[in-house]
Each structure stands twice: as C-alpha cells, then as structure tokens.
C-alpha cells in the first residue's frame, strides 16, 4: 500500500519547488569570458588597433606577432622588430588558465613604455576597448 500524502505536505513539496525554481536565472554571467584563449585575444585585438593600426609612435618601429594557437595552454602575443620578426621579442604578453593569469615580460616592460603595457593590456583583458 503506497503512503497518501496530505494537502499539506503537496503545497510545501510545490512551495519549495517555485522557491527553487526562482532562484534559477537564465540570463548570462555578465563580464566576458575568462579562460586563457578568449582573454588573449580580448588583448590581441585590443593591442592590433591601439598599438599598431593607429599609428602610435611607441610601436612604430615594432609589429605583433600573435601566438594564440597554443597547445601549451599558453596563449601569447609576441612584439617583435619590424624589419627582423625572426628575432628574439621584446614583449612576451601570455595567459594561463581559467580564470586566465596573465604575465608580461621582456625589455618593453623595463623601458618608458612598461606602465602603460600593464594598464592597456589590464583593461583589454577585463573587456575594455578603449585605446589608452
């Protein structure tokens, strides 16, 4: 013999399950993706029309090298010599993970130009657009 249930206890059973199913939402998490690839190329792109595209004396003599295919799970941006891109970059920019940590390096990032990469690379990879 199966157990009857009260009227009662189907309209707490009913009761918790729209509480339930109002705390679920569809909407989207806001903020962009966070993983390594989709932060880089937040950057990539940001790095393409700030840096170079516009003309910006800083990056005049150097064009970007992006590396974002990474089987290592690295994906980067390389800035290199205009007229040697085989040689060693002089800005190393790459994300790992999800949530994405990013680290930037080389000889840019000592010179005039270092705290002005950390905060455009920072926006871009946070979502921003904006050119600095």
């Not at 966070?34 to 932060?39: E, G």
């Not at 891109?85 to 940590?101: I, T």
Request: proline residues 8%; glycine residues 10%; aromatic residues 6%.
């Amino acid at each position: 013999m199966r157990p009857r249930l009260s009227t009662t206890r189907i309209l707490a059973i009913a009761a918790t399950a729209v509480l339930v199913a109002s705390c679920q939402t569809n909407t989207p998490a806001k903020g962009p993706d966070r993983s390594a690839l989709s932060t880089m190329e937040r950057v990539a792109l940001g790095a393409n029309a700030c840096w170079f595209k516009s003309g910006d004396a800083a990056f005049a003599d150097y064009r970007l090298a992006p590396e974002l295919n990474s089987f290592s799970g690295r994906p980067r941006i390389l800035v290199v010599h205009r007229g040697s891109p085989e040689s060693r970059p002089l800005l190393v920019v790459q994300a790992e993970g999800n949530p994405s940590k990013l680290d930037a390096f080389g000889p840019m990032m000592q010179g005039s130009a270092g705290p002005r990469i950390v905060k455009d690379v920072t926006r871009w990879a946070s979502g921003g657009k904006a050119c600095g």
